[in-house]
């Protein structure tokens, strides 16, 4: 069940901005029947965010992203850059100091922009006396399926995340990895368009971790859209399309993956660290233009 993608290093000496993700959407259908034509929308859209925290602690500095319809995104960066920050105000938790948040294109504080989204935490906390069965159906009455589609969709997602032999033992007797198998049966339950996934790899073993590829390979051939945190970079470069790279709340860099990965010397991990590492503009005080670093670590 998951595969893997591929490509070459491209030098590139143009400069590159935050907003070119906003340029040429790719859009998600919809219907405006007053005009009787088809409308589209990107499933998230971030412009110029910006998100400040007591004590004059910025969590995103002029924030721009566009996710598109139908493909895996990878949002990478180290610890603190504002990844968990994005995901909290793309499920409505908290609003952002400045800037428009959408999720196709609604307000995620409004309940119904959930409807279509399914999240999987960094850490899933469940009810240690549920079993998955009983998990998966007390999530299907909240998310009011019919009973009949909850226990089809249960029956099929325990096959899928490897827990059928498990289905019916509490989870409090579950090690971490099954806890997050279940945890992605969850966010799976009512076919979302949109699936949110904060590192969605942690504690799954070799096995699991290429199912779980296959599993959202499976979401983009199904027309679904994947937004998913992570800092396993190897994950990131086999499965997603596009990729950012977050630090300190500014965007470095957005784009193809086959732009960073597969020429066999500068793979993304080797730049990720690179970008990281090297000065940024409005970041340790220094004066380094996005271009020059983006154009060098791209030499090599």
């Given amino acids: 069940m998951f595969a893997d993608s591929a490509g070459s290093l491209r030098a590139t000496d143009h400069a590159w901005d935050s907003k070119d993700c906003l340029r040429n959407p790719q859009l998600r259908l919809g219907f405006w029947p007053a005009l009787g034509i088809l409308l589209t929308m990107d499933p998230i859209v971030l412009e110029q965010v910006g998100k400040d925290y007591p004590g004059g602690v910025a969590g995103l500095r002029d924030f721009s992203l566009t996710v598109k319809a139908g493909e895996i995104f990878g949002f990478l960066g180290p610890n603190g850059a504002g990844k968990t920050t994005t ?11 400045a800037g428009v948040v959408r999720v196709f294109g609604d307000d995620p504080a409004r309940p119904e922009s959930r409807r279509r989204l399914g999240y999987l935490p960094e850490v899933a906390q469940y009810y240690g006396f549920l079993t998955p069965r009983e998990l998966l159906r007390f999530y299907g009455r909240v998310c009011n399926l019919p009973a009949e589609r909850i226990t089809r969709r249960t029956a099929e997602l325990l096959a899928l995340v490897g ?28 076919d979302p368009d949109l699936l949110i996934l904060d590192e969605p790899m942690t504690g799954l073993d070799p096995l699991a971790r290429a199912q779980f590829r296959e599993v959202i390979l499976a979401q983009r051939q199904a027309g679904k859209t994947v937004f998913f945190s992570s800092h396993e970079l190897s994950e990131a470069e086999m499965i997603c399309d596009r990729v950012g790279i977050l630090k300190a709340g500014r965007l470095l860099w957005c784009g193809p993956t086959r732009d960073l990965a597969g020429d066999g010397q500068g793979n993304l991990e080797r730049i990720f660290l690179k970008l990281i590492t090297q000065p940024q503009p409005g970041i340790a005080g220094t004066k380094t233009n996005i271009e020059h670093s983006t154009f060098n670590i791209q030499r090599g």
């Fill in 87 to 97: 995901i909290k105000m793309l499920l409505g938790f908290f609003p952002p100091s």
């Fill in 163 to 190: 827990l059928e032999a498990a289905a019916d033992r509490p989870m409090k007797t579950f090690s971490k990895g099954m806890q997050q198998r279940a945890g992605i049966a969850q966010a799976l339950l009512h």
